[in-house]
């Protein structure tokens, strides 16, 4: 036992010296700048900034709408994880895909689709004025808490549905079954038996949604109004407008310590009920829609299509629709984003800001892949609830201060000699682990130990024993951690601002050069780009993985 | 291994006489403005020497990161341009520029000293413009166009303006100081008071400007060249932008050489380059700005673009010493104090 403990740390040491070298320190280091105060250790500035009353007023609200985000979040999220693993339906896969479709547009876009969508003006306005015939629009859900809590969920549901899904897919079958057979009724099977077992992902992707929301900056300002600021608000104006790192660095550890708090509460309640699984054969699932008790399912899907293609979609017809030379574009904005005259906007050609994008996605995804697994098996051994709530620190922090940090690791050696794509993947890869970490933890924590000592028994090493046993019985949590991290690199901006050394421009930083330089159209066109490119990365990752998965298997 | 590799590479460089000018600047002066001649000119001038733009994000991001990397002791730019007037303070007290040498920039001549905005001689300005409102003439009543600050005040204006955030935009803190400049000590009664015609207070520009296309509300904050831009880009004056009892805020742009940098010469050279006839002649149209060159003509439309009769500007040092104060107040009335 003793030794199997000591090669299974050494098998999550690299992992960790990285983490530690690239992230922790930097970071630790700016962090630190607020608890100095001429050379000596001080809480001056920490009490300073929370005597505050508008600093208190941006905690209170940043916590009630974070709170509101996960609630709604969850109650839009876990239909569709139930949906996605109970049924099947032709073109599920891509539906799956679309999910993740939100996590990579910009803010700013996703601001837009809500105008064109929500707006007083928008979409759905115009529709309901024409089918109601109203003189005014009847639906004012923008500039109000609402529309800030309506678009975090249109960025977290599919959190939950995807968690969902990967915990209730890898659920033994035999378990319902069992319940069928003893006649205990579907409702009361699901809360007694299977909601029990979804607790620790639902924990686990609560934990992340909450987190997310509590930082979320862009949304809330450009939706809701200044009225309604975050505590980034507060990092923002320290750090970018007085220009003073400690008072910014003092208000960033507060924040910090609120999120990694919350974590670590929600990683103790989600292990409580993590139980030990035995799956012998994957669930089955029914044809969609089949029976006319569906009619219920396609309402409540429909509502949702609203929510989440509604916006998607709008971007999309903006991008075909907003005039160019003062006639309806067509493909004309598609026309000139590819044109190589308009090249100068971006600094690069579409094409090449594409194959730049696909590159350090799929690169970060893998070595998020390998550190994530890596961490989650150096966290089953060690068991240590506050040092797995400390690796989510990539996600929990501000994004001023994560860039600052960033700037740190980065531009010294030895991360310096990396070059710009490089050092890219690198800092996606550390930045998106701890998503692999949620997702695949709590799955492979519910594994039956049985099996692979079963397998050691027999003679397989450690290592075989993972990729035959284990590996395979966490293959749908890999896909969709990959599919995650693959849209998260795609979409990501602070890194790619604070390491860009003027060489690579990804996706989104073109949408925002397109945006700066008023060619609205354009950077809706570019968006869509960045949509369709998502998901079809999406669905090609998802491809492979479970066609070699089922390779590995055979 | 490794290091002792790029160092060998970077000796090589050093030998073969390689030369690179970093600038840091905000993102549309790249996909927008003039960079691409500025770095087309300048390689023409210099041969064998690289001109790097380095674009990625707006002008507050790229000046922390400057800052940041001074402080941290990291290799950065050359020279920084992109500088709002209201910032020297901050620029200053952070020790980003060195004094540039007048001598060395013999187009300095041609810019009129009431532009040249620091005493210090740190910081250059390379165009200027005006804040101010712009509306949508099909969606708002001739008789609801405001004249004055007041105008905007006005009940059926309620919920059809929009702004953007003084914390986080630069024609959202120029609105803020011209209201400051305007009222004196009466500014907080007007905000308070303008709040309710409010419809959004946005993180930035592209956002407000973006809604306000969408047809959202008929006036937003902008420039005083929108009615330029509209007519030259897309032959309408749908959007018109107006000045407030013959008010607009003026902002200047500026730039600097690096303190560390050991490129002086070609620093100086680019500022030169900068302030030249055949630049600044293409900062209306790519930038949207009024050029500082005395001597560069306006190209044809731009009889539209609005000059205020009473340009407004606040004191940058006094800014300095009082944006804080100013902008605590300014939260307290967000909500409600």
């Known amino acids: 036992m003793i030794r199997r403990r000591g090669a299974s740390l050494l098998w999550a040491g690299l992992p960790l010296f990285v983490l530690a070298t690239a992230f922790f320190l930097p970071l630790a280091n700016v962090l630190l700048l607020g608890l100095r105060l001429e050379d000596q250790w001080t809480l001056a500035r920490v009490r300073a900034v929370l005597a505050d009353p508008y600093v208190r007023h941006l905690f209170s609200f940043t916590a009630l709408q974070a709170l509101l985000s996960t609630l709604v979040s969850l109650a839009l999220g876990f239909p569709l994880g139930w949906f996605l693993t109970r049924y099947r339906f032709p073109g599920k896969r891509l539906v799956q895909a679309f999910t993740l479709a939100p996590f990579v547009l910009p803010p700013i876009t996703v601001a837009l689709g809500f105008f064109l969508f929500f707006g007083h003006t928008g979409y759905l306005n115009h529709a309901l004025q024409k089918i109601l015939r109203l003189q005014e629009p009847p639906l004012k859900l923008l500039y109000s808490l609402w529309a800030i809590v309506l678009a975090h969920a249109f960025y977290n549901a599919p959190v939950f549905a995807r968690f969902v899904h990967a915990a209730w897919s890898s659920l033994d079958p035999a378990l319902e079954e069992a319940c069928a057979v003893l006649g205990v009724r579907r409702f009361r099977a699901f809360l007694t038996v299977t909601l029990p077992l979804l607790l620790p992902a639902i924990f686990s992707a609560a934990a992340l949604v909450f987190v997310l929301c509590f930082l979320s900056f862009a949304i809330p300002l450009s939706l809701g109004g200044a009225r309604y600021a975050t505590v980034e608000v507060g990092v923002y104006l320290y750090a970018r407008v007085y220009v003073d790192l400690p008072r910014a660095a003092a208000l960033g550890l507060v924040q910090l310590l609120v999120t990694l708090g919350l974590a670590y509460l929600y990683v103790r309640g989600g292990g409580r009920w993590s139980a030990p699984q035995e799956r012998l054969r994957p669930l089955p699932t029914l044809p969609f829609p089949s029976r006319a008790a569906h009619g219920l399912w396609l309402l409540w899907l429909l509502g949702s299509a609203v929510l989440f293609f509604g916006p998607i979609g709008s971007v999309v017809a903006d991008s075909f629709t907003r005039p160019l030379a003062g006639r309806p574009a067509g493909l004309g904005w598609y026309r000139f984003i590819f044109s190589p005259e308009h090249n100068p906007f971006i600094g690069t050609s579409p094409l090449g800001s594409i194959r730049v994008s696909l590159e350090v996605a799929g690169f970060s995804t893998l070595l998020a892949l390998a550190l994530g697994l890596g961490v989650s098996g150096a966290l089953r051994v060690l068991r240590s609830r506050a040092l797995e709530a400390l690796l989510m620190a990539p996600l929990a922090v501000s994004s001023v201060v994560l860039g600052l940090a960033l700037l740190l690791a980065f531009h010294r050696p030895p991360f310096v000699y990396l070059s710009e794509k490089h050092a890219l993947i690198l800092a996606h890869a550390l930045l998106f682990y701890p998503f692999v970490v949620r997702i695949v933890r709590p799955i492979w924590e519910g594994l039956a130990p049985g099996w692979v000592e079963a397998a050691r028994v027999l003679g397989a090493s450690r290592l075989r024993a993972f990729l035959t046993v284990e590996a395979p019985l966490l293959a749908q949590a890999l896909l969709v951690a990959g599919a995650f991290s693959l849209a998260l690199s795609l979409g990501e901006m602070t890194a790619a601002a604070m390491l860009s050394r003027g060489e690579l421009v990804t996706l989104p930083l073109a949408i925002y050069r397109f945006l700066s330089a008023r060619r609205f159209g354009a950077a809706s066109a570019m968006a869509s780009l960045l949509i369709l490119i998502t998901v079809a990365a999406v669905v090609v990752w998802e491809w492979l993985g479970e066609r070699s998965l089922r390779h590995g298997q055979a | ?337």
């Open chain 2, 1 to 337: 291994m490794r290091t002792l590799w790029v160092l060998v590479l970077v000796a090589l460089a050093v030998v073969a006489g390689a030369r690179e000018l970093v600038v840091y600047t905000y993102d549309s002066f790249v996909s927008w403005g003039p960079a691409l001649a500025i770095k087309e000119r300048f390689e023409a001038l210099f041969p064998g020497v690289t001109l790097r733009w380095v674009a990625v994000g707006d002008s507050s991001e790229m000046l922390s990161r400057l800052i940041a990397e001074l402080q941290l002791g990291l290799p950065t730019a050359d020279v920084f341009l992109g500088l709002a007037d209201v910032e020297l303070p901050r620029a200053l007290a952070h020790n980003v520029f060195q004094p540039y040498d007048p001598q060395r920039i013999p187009n300095l001549a041609d810019v009129p000293a009431e532009l040249i905005f620091d005493p210090t001689g740190h910081v250059l300005p390379y165009d200027h413009g005006y804040v101010t409102f712009v509306y949508d003439s099909e969606l708002l009543p001739e008789e609801l166009v405001p004249q004055g600050l007041e105008d905007l005040l006005r009940p059926e204006l309620r919920g059809k303006i929009i702004v953007t955030d003084p914390r986080t935009s630069s024609p959202g803190l120029s609105f803020l100081l011209w209201t400051i400049a305007h009222f004196g000590e009466g500014w907080p009664d007007y905000w308070r008071k303008l709040l309710p015609n409010l419809l959004a207070i946005t993180k930035g520009w592209s956002e407000a400007y973006d809604m306000f296309l969408a047809g959202e509300a008929p006036i937003v904050l902008s420039y005083s060249t929108d009615t330029a831009y509209s007519y030259i880009e897309h032959g309408s004056l749908r959007y018109r932008a107006i000045t407030l009892g013959g008010e607009a805020f003026r902002q200047v742009e500026g730039m600097g050489i690096v303190r560390n940098t050991k490129e002086l010469e070609l620093a100086h050279a680019f500022l030169n380059l900068v302030l030249s006839l055949e630049i600044q002649e293409l900062m209306p149209t790519t930038q949207w700005m009024f050029p500082v060159n005395a001597r560069a003509k306006l190209p044809p439309g731009y009889e539209y673009a609005l000059i205020p009769e009473k340009p407004v500007s606040l004191d940058p040092m006094l800014v300095g010493e009082k944006l804080e104060e100013w902008l605590n107040q300014w939260q307290k009335l967000l909500i409600g104090g």
